[in-house]
């Protein structure tokens, strides 16, 4: 009775097993595929975007992390 229990027990942690490595399988082959097919590129230039069209602003460093000392309150 006991080896049969451990008998079935095996068989299911050894499908069990399987199909972990098919889905492993399949999510690798997703990984590595791009994320968009792209036919044309239209109205990309070789120039990078810098300025107000890169959503800079002149005095505007909250997000670089740069502080002044009125922003203190000294």
Known sequence: MVIGVF???SLQ???IGLIGEYILNINT?????PLVVEE????????PVT???AGETEGDNSCKGERKA?????
């Open 13 to 15: 942690l050894f499908f």
């Open 51 to 53: 300025g107000e069209a």
């Open 29 to 33: 082959r997703i990984m590595h595929r």
């Open 40 to 47: 044309k590129r239209l109205n990309f230039g070789d120039k």
């Open 70 to 74: 009125e922003d203190y309150g000294d």
């Open 7 to 9: 008998l079935i027990g």
